[in-house]
């Protein structure tokens, strides 16, 4: 079974998050960026899932952690995020995101769907 | 002996005689001979002599005027003050009077006169020699009027130097004063003129890069950044921003001066909008934020809602699924306010536009109205599209922004035209430009409201009654969005039969991207 890795601070949507992805796949979670970033090394997952605004280390500051590793740096990675201004947007691509998406803007099924086109199952 | 003392006596009377009558004579020649008009009046008035010179001057034979008054040949009052005068002091110098001649012009003369008197000291009569200043006063009249005039003309030309150089203090106390910075260039892009506010702006002083061109100050000085700005040929700018430092942000407009088709040269105006972008700044900071920490919860409520009604959270009864499903709806009203209100603050940063290509309008406008389709229809209006060719049209747009913009002009003719109203949608093309039009049987807008209506947050006062829920930015972001990608956008409008919206922007041939 193939595994994501979620890092997201928040409790509600972690949650809702592991439990549509855990239908089909091991899902991992870590809820700031630093713990994440341990997280990503022990696991080795096969996709990212990574919030933007976290405590202690972003998810800026995940990215460039990974960016800095080869191995990592080929993990596919996708934003998900509450924001979403075009600056940030344009930034997440130069850091070598996969894809972003707005929270808002998706729902778990949606989102579930766009792990399967990426890493399939 | 005696009669040789009788006759030499005779004989010496004789020649006594003959000397007195020589020298009558020669007194007689002189007097006929001077040049200067001469004549002698008795002490009561009466003209006893005069010469040729005086007849000439006044045109009267000498038989006209002898045994005549004075009054013949001089003003009656001037003439007796002079008598007067003359017989009192024994003389009068150089007095002016007039003369009469016979043809009656007066003649300006200056007189002067002298008694004669006899061995008894008895006066018998006075000279009276005059010039005749006619010449020279005319000469004088004419000199004096040169005089006036070009005093006049002095008189003139003080006052309008007085007014230009008012003016010109007036025009310099403008430009020293001004809030704005100015910087002239004449035509051959030489810096003509700084105003201490532009000095001021970019810590130059006026003397050191007068006279200086263009080219020369982009390379080098305290000036360079704005020289560069401009460019060597001073390219022609409205409202442009020149980030100066971390705390002066300009806004640079140009504007060619000419004087009767002469180009004399081109303005620059430097407009401090740091406040105002630092106020912009803060506000759309908020709102981004404000926009961010509300969608995170609502986020989460979309997410949880989601699933439940999937059944991610195990089977529930229909009655509860239509309440949860209700409760998605309000929720998703609620984000796409606060994606209006991100927008929004993303139009006003100026970054809206992040994505233009080239795109078929006729293609993004089907596209919005098939999401409409079904909303219309169950509204029960009649809906119509009017396109006049087939063909692809092109406009160079960002996709997402214009979208947006059709989607709001639809949205309001939906929410505000009530059952069996007609909505059409028509695109033309007139000319160089697109034209998108949605017309509606709707409320209309009333005339007093009409100029705000693409005011931020504005909304009509039938409008809210119909829709309590708008936020009034749908029209504000689309006239935005039209203007940011070089359109117009207009409407005309009755208070209770209807609106129609329009915009319009500029063709593109295909595959032309920026």
Excluded at chain 1, 29 to 58: C, F, N
Excluded at chain 2, 266 to 272: G, N
Excluded at chain 2, 453 to 481: C, D, H
Excluded at chain 2, 483 to 489: Q, R, S, T, V
């Amino acid at each position: 079974m193939k595994r994501v890795l979620i890092i997201e601070d928040e409790e509600i949507m972690l949650k809702l998050l592991k439990r549509k992805l855990s239908q089909d796949y091991e899902v991992f979670t870590a809820t700031d960026g630093q713990q994440g970033l341990d997280m990503i090394k022990r696991a080795a997952p096969d996709l990212i899932l990574l919030d933007l605004v976290m405590p202690k280390m972003d998810g800026f500051g995940v990215m460039e952690e990974i960016t800095k590793d080869e191995n990592l740096k080929k993990i596919p990675l996708v934003v998900i995020s509450n924001s979403g201004q075009p600056v940030e947007m344009d930034k997440i691509k130069e850091m070598g995101a996969r894809d972003w998406l707005i929270k808002t803007e998706f729902d778990p099924q949606e989102l579930s769907d766009k792990v399967k086109k990426i890493i399939g199952t | 002996m005696f009669n040789i003392f009788r006759e030499k006596k005779q004989t010496e009377l004789n020649l006594v005689l003959d000397d007195l009558t020589a020298l009558e004579q020669y007194i007689h020649d002189l007097f006929n001979f001077s040049p200067l008009p001469v004549c002698f009046i008795s002490p009561i008035g009466v003209i006893l002599e005069v010469n040729p010179a005086l007849e000439k001057v006044t045109g009267f034979k000498m038989d006209e005027v002898i045994g005549e008054s004075i009054e013949k040949i001089f003003d009656k009052d001037e003439a007796s003050f002079l008598i007067r005068d003359t017989l009192k002091e024994g003389v009068v110098d150089n007095r002016e009077l007039l003369l009469l001649s016979k043809g009656g012009n007066k003649i300006i003369a200056q007189v002067s006169t002298r008694v004669r008197k006899d061995e008894n000291n008895e006066t018998v009569g006075f000279f009276i020699s005059l010039s005749d200043l006619t010449r020279i006063k005319k000469t004088e009249a004419e000199l004096k009027r040169i005089q006036e005039a070009l005093l006049n003309i002095l008189e003139d030309t003080e006052q309008a130097r007085k007014k230009a150089e008012e003016e010109r203090n007036k025009t310099e106390a403008i430009i020293v004063n001004l809030t704005d910075g100015l910087v002239f260039f004449d035509r051959n892009h030489n810096l003509a003129m700084i105003n201490p506010q532009a000095e001021k702006f970019f810590g130059v002083k006026a003397e050191d890069i007068v006279g200086e061109n263009i080219k020369s100050l982009i390379n080098s000085g305290n000036f360079a950044l704005p020289a560069k700005f401009l460019g060597p040929e001073i390219k022609t700018v409205f409202r442009k921003e020149l980030v100066l430092d971390r705390h002066t942000i300009l806004e640079i407009s140009t504007s060619a001066m000419g004087s009767e088709g002469e180009d004399l040269g081109d303005l620059v105006v430097f407009h401090d909008v740091s406040r105002e972008k630092a106020v912009e700044r803060l506000k759309t900071e908020f709102v981004s934020l404000a926009a961010h920490q509300l969608r995170t919860p609502l986020s989460a409520i979309k997410w949880s809602l989601r699933m439940v009604l999937d059944g991610d959270a195990g089977k529930i009864k229909q009655e509860q699924r239509e309440i949860l499903e209700k409760t998605y709806q309000s929720n998703e009203r609620m984000i796409s306010l606060i994606n209006d209100l991100l927008n929004l603050s993303r139009i006003e940063e100026g970054r809206y536009v992040i994505n233009p290509v080239a795109l078929d309008l006729a293609k993004i406008c089907l596209q919005v109205i098939e999401s409409f389709k079904d909303s219309f229809s169950n509204k029960g209006l009649k809906f119509k599209i009017f396109q006049s060719s087939l063909k692809p049209i092109f406009v160079i747009a960002d996709e997402e922004k214009l979208k947006l913009t059709v989607q709001n002009l639809l949205d309001n003719a939906l929410k505000y035209t009530p059952a069996k109203g007609v909505v059409e949608v028509s695109l033309k093309q007139i000319g160089k430009n697109v034209r998108l039009e949605v017309r509606d049987t709707g409320i209309g807008i009333a005339k007093e409201e009409q100029g705000r209506i693409f005011s931020k947050f504005f909304r009509g006062s039938q409008a809210v009654l119909i829709e309590p829920t708008g936020t009034g930015l749908g029209l504000y972001m689309a006239k935005n969005i039209i203007e940011g990608h070089g359109g117009k956008i207009g409407f005309s409008s009755e208070q209770g039969k209807g609106s129609v919206f329009y915009f319009t922007l500029p063709k593109q041939k295909k595959g032309v991207s920026l």
